[in-house]
T-cell receptor, first 114, second 111 residues
Framework: DTEVTQTPKHLVMGMTNKKSLKCEQHMGHRAMYWYKQKAKKPPELMFVYSYEKLSINESVPSRFSPECPNSSLLNLHLHALQPEDSALYLC?????????????FGSGTRLTVV | DAKTTQPNSMESNEEEPVHLPCNHS???????IHWYRQLPSQGPEYVIH???SNVNNRMASLAIAEDRKSSTLILHRATLRDAAVYYCILRDRQGAQKLVFGQGTRLTINP
């Protein structure tokens, strides 16, 4: 298995809703990442997990809450989002956080906040 | 983090070689040069990386200038499937080692 699987592929949520994005990999990778990508812009790093511990938080608002329950799974919990949070949310993994390893990205969850 | 400069867009023809340039004049001795690409409606895809020597893999070749202030990603025989945004990224082997994307080059392949 050489894939990162993200679910759901599309999500529409209201500003008062609570929802979660899920990311799964079975490559034995110990680093996992969340990125946010707005239309026609490059991906922006949000969070880095290394060995199931939060390693980097790029000053992301608290309405985004990451969770890494085990080495294969990464969640992003969403609460009280704003319309400007509408974007493609990408998950990635790598063998470790070190620069010798390439990242494997999922196809993303396209989120629309109404 | 050291910055990279890439052309906003490039165009090439199918079955011809493509040379994608990247300038990184402020590169430090501990920076590795990474390339990723993003096909339409997909997540980014790792292409290749290197430090000082030229590198080859099944997808592409990476040519690094002797002073390391620039590099070129070479697609030897472009196909329509190579149409994508190509990102040249410097990653420092010290510190947080983050993968931070710049604006990239949008490559169009003409049939």
């Amino acid at each position: 298995d050489t894939e990162v699987t993200q679910t759901p592929k599309h999500l529409v949520m209201g500003m008062t809703n609570k929802k979660s994005l899920k990311c799964e990999q079975h490559m034995g990778h110990r680093a996992m990442y969340w990125y946010k990508q707005k239309a026609k812009k490059p991906p922006e790093l949000m969070f880095v997990y290394s060995y199931e511990k939060l390693s980097i938080n790029e000053s992301v608002p608290s309405r985004f809450s990451p969770e890494c329950p085990n080495s294969s799974l990464l969640n992003l919990h969403l609460h009280a989002l704003q319309p400007e949070d509408s974007a493609l949310y990408l998950c990635a993994s790598s063998r470790t956080q070190g620069i010798g390893y390439g990242y494997t990205f999922g196809s993303g969850t396209r989120l629309t906040v109404v | 983090d050291a910055k990279t400069t890439q052309p906003n867009s490039m165009e090439s023809n199918e079955e011809e070689p493509v040379h994608l340039p990247c300038n990184h004049s402020t590169i430090s001795g501990t920076d590795y040069i990474h390339w990723y690409r993003q096909l339409p409606s997909q997540g980014p895809e790792y292409v290749i990386h290197g430090l000082t020597s030229n590198v080859n893999n099944r997808m592409a070749s990476l040519a690094i200038a002797e002073d390391r202030k620039s590099s070129t990603l070479i697609l030897h025989r472009a196909t329509l499937r190579d149409a994508a945004v190509y990102y040249c990224i410097l990653r420092d082997r010290q510190g947080a080692q983050k993968l931070v994307f710049g604006q990239g080059t949008r490559l169009t392949i003409n049939p």
